[in-house]
């Protein structure tokens, strides 16, 4: 069976701009795969250069494989759950199916690309359950506009190429929201990365894999109760009121656990992970209850992941740590901005810090999503800045901090103080949550 694409026609407007702009162009494919039916391509957006310019003075064979598989990470981050990057796009003079080279070089893309989900499992990157291992190659000819769409077998010993059926559509199917809120108190055990100093981003990613084990173990209702994973959403939908619907995900009791297999251990400090995370997935009648529980676990996953490398990235670590502190490491809150305003309900988020407006973001979505927002565009309610206590406040102007992500300041919050013989770092996410 010939894998089917459906893209959305408004973008094949962005792909003529762009062909007529600059002779070689590579770029990004978003969108939902499917393992029955059809798969759905949301959006799309060309990689920009590391040095700023556009691709247009390079050839294919010159663009490094690194910088794309980096970008998709980074952009990944931005994608709400049940959305991937399903594959690159490429614009070019040639078919990139009828040089071996150019195939050659866009396999290699793909794979890199792979490579880096691989080593960032909790960013949720791949989804061989959807797609089967395969991504999708699609070329556009800037010299004659004629198009065409493969997939390649990256599971393959040889990268097989597989013919695909491309069509663009306008307004290719409904999207329904699903919303929720997942919180998190959990304390853990601070691990050394050397006898004297701790390895913050370990420590952080050890708190999300945690949550990944609880959300395995979790079961989401809809409205109030468990609904049979196989049944579709068009079937729920036809039988609901309306279309609002409540998600709550239920995680396992603690109480539950046998205390007869539990050991006592020594440890120097804890770690405190706690707050709300907002969650927004959005699903299309084909989808199957069981895909939606998936994609609001992985949502739930890739934001938490994402902010934890977002604010390991900013941080600017001592060279002389002190030990017996506290130290408060304030993870950036989740925003939304849509990608399409009139026509499609779909957001993509973006993180800001405390002391970041929402002006901030907007540099770091032109430069990621090749987008234009606006300020009103930017929701920055849906998640509130955690508060801080007294005690916790005390000596953060002795401490300078900061680091930058790309395009934008991202400042970090270290606040020291006093304990005997512990360290305890306490992550705040969000404290509260605006309810409806």
Same mark, same amino acid.
Request: one cysteine or more; charged letters at 25%.
């Given at each position: 069976?010939?894998?089917?694409?459906?893209?959305?026609?408004? %973008?094949?407007?962005?792909?003529?701009?762009?062909?007529?702009?600059?002779?070689? =162009?590579?770029?990004?494919?978003?969108?939902?795969?499917?393992?029955?039916?059809?798969?759905?391509?949301?959006?799309?957006?060309?990689?920009?250069?590391?040095?700023?310019?556009?691709?247009?003075?390079?050839?294919?064979?010159?663009?490094?494989?690194?910088?794309?598989?980096?970008? &998709?990470?980074?952009?990944?981050?931005?994608?709400?759950?049940?959305?991937?990057?399903? !594959?690159?796009?490429?614009?070019?003079?040639?078919?990139?199916?009828?040089?071996?080279?150019?195939?050659?070089?866009?396999?290699?893309?793909?794979?890199?690309?792979?490579?880096?989900?691989?080593?960032?499992?909790?960013?949720? !990157?791949?989804?061989?359950?959807?797609?089967?291992?395969?991504?999708?190659?699609?070329?556009?000819?800037?010299?004659?506009?004629?198009?065409?769409?493969? =997939?390649?077998?990256?599971?393959?010993?040889?990268?097989?190429?597989?013919?695909?059926?491309?069509?663009?559509?306008?307004?290719?199917?409904?999207?329904?929201?699903?919303?929720?809120?997942?919180?998190?108190?959990?304390?853990?055990?601070?691990?050394?990365?050397?006898?004297?100093?701790?390895?913050?981003?370990?420590?952080?990613?050890?708190?999300?894999?945690?949550?990944?084990?609880?959300?395995?173990?979790?079961?989401?209702?809809?409205?109030?109760?468990?609904?049979?994973?196989?049944?579709? %959403?068009?079937?729920?939908?036809? &039988?609901?009121?309306?279309?609002?619907?409540?998600?709550?995900?239920?995680?396992?009791?603690?109480?539950?656990?046998?205390?007869?297999?539990?050991?006592?251990?020594?440890? &120097?400090?804890?770690?405190?992970?706690?707050?709300?995370?907002?969650?927004?997935?959005?699903?299309?009648?084909?989808?199957?209850?069981?895909?939606?529980?998936?994609?609001?676990?992985?949502?739930?996953?890739?934001?938490?992941? =994402?902010?934890?490398?977002?604010?390991?990235?900013?941080?600017?670590?001592?060279?002389?740590?002190?030990?017996?502190?506290?130290?408060?490491?304030?993870?950036?809150?989740?925003?939304?901005?849509?990608?399409?305003?009139?026509?499609?309900?779909?957001?993509?988020?973006?993180?800001?810090?405390?002391?970041?407006?929402?002006?901030?973001?907007?540099?770091?979505?032109?430069?990621?999503?090749?987008?234009?927002?606006?300020?009103?565009?930017?929701?920055?309610?849906?998640?509130?800045?955690?508060?801080?206590?007294?005690?916790?406040?005390?000596?953060?102007?002795?401490?300078?901090?900061?680091?930058?992500?790309?395009?934008?300041?991202?400042?970090?919050?270290?606040?020291?103080?006093?304990?005997?013989?512990?360290?305890?770092?306490?992550?705040?996410?969000? &404290?509260?949550?605006?309810?409806?």
């Amino acid at each position: 069976m010939v894998r089917s694409v459906i893209c959305e026609t408004y %973008l094949e407007e962005y792909l003529k701009s762009l062909s007529k702009k600059q002779g070689t =162009s590579v770029g990004l494919l978003i969108g939902q795969p499917s393992n029955h039916g059809k798969d759905h391509i949301i959006y799309l957006n060309k990689i920009k250069e590391d040095d700023g310019p556009d691709q247009e003075n390079k050839g294919l064979l010159d663009i490094e494989n690194q910088h794309v598989s980096q970008h &998709a990470l980074v952009e990944t981050r931005i994608l709400p759950g049940g959305f991937y990057v399903m !594959g690159i796009f490429v614009i070019y003079p040639k078919s990139v199916f009828e040089d071996s080279d150019l195939l050659r070089k866009v396999k290699t893309m793909l794979v890199d690309i792979r490579h880096t989900f691989d080593s960032n499992v909790l960013i949720q !990157g791949n989804c061989d359950e959807l797609d089967g291992g395969e991504k999708l190659v699609f070329y556009y000819s800037s010299s004659s506009n004629i198009f065409g769409c493969k =997939s390649i077998a990256l599971k393959s010993d040889n990268l097989s190429v597989k013919p695909c059926d491309w069509k663009f559509q306008d307004r290719a199917t409904s999207w329904h929201v699903m919303s929720t809120y997942f919180e998190t108190d959990e304390v853990f055990v601070l691990k050394k990365k050397t006898e004297d100093q701790y390895d913050t981003e370990a420590n952080l990613t050890n708190c999300v894999e945690n949550v990944r084990q609880q959300l395995e173990k979790s079961v989401v209702f809809f409205d109030g109760g468990p609904i049979e994973g196989t049944q579709s %959403l068009e079937h729920v939908i036809k &039988a609901k009121k309306n279309d609002q619907f409540l998600v709550h995900v239920y995680s396992p009791s603690h109480s539950q656990q046998d205390i007869s297999t539990r050991k006592i251990v020594n440890f &120097a400090g804890t770690m405190q992970f706690e707050g709300v995370v907002s969650s927004k997935v959005f699903v299309h009648p084909k989808n199957t209850i069981a895909e939606v529980e998936r994609f609001v676990k992985v949502d739930i996953l890739r934001s938490l992941m =994402s902010r934890v490398q977002i604010h390991c990235d900013s941080l600017v670590l001592a060279e002389d740590p002190v030990q017996d502190t506290i130290m408060l490491n304030e993870l950036p809150r989740r925003i939304y901005f849509p990608i399409r305003p009139k026509s499609n309900p779909i957001l993509f988020s973006e993180y800001l810090f405390r002391e970041e407006s929402k002006e901030t973001a907007i540099p770091h979505i032109r430069e990621t999503l090749d987008l234009s927002v606006t300020l009103k565009e930017l929701n920055a309610t849906v998640e509130t800045v955690p508060e801080i206590k007294e005690e916790e406040q005390h000596d953060a102007k002795e401490c300078e901090t900061g680091g930058a992500r790309k395009g934008a300041e991202r400042p970090n919050v270290i606040v020291l103080g006093t304990l005997s013989a512990i360290v305890v770092l306490i992550v705040a996410i969000i &404290a509260f949550y605006v309810t409806k």
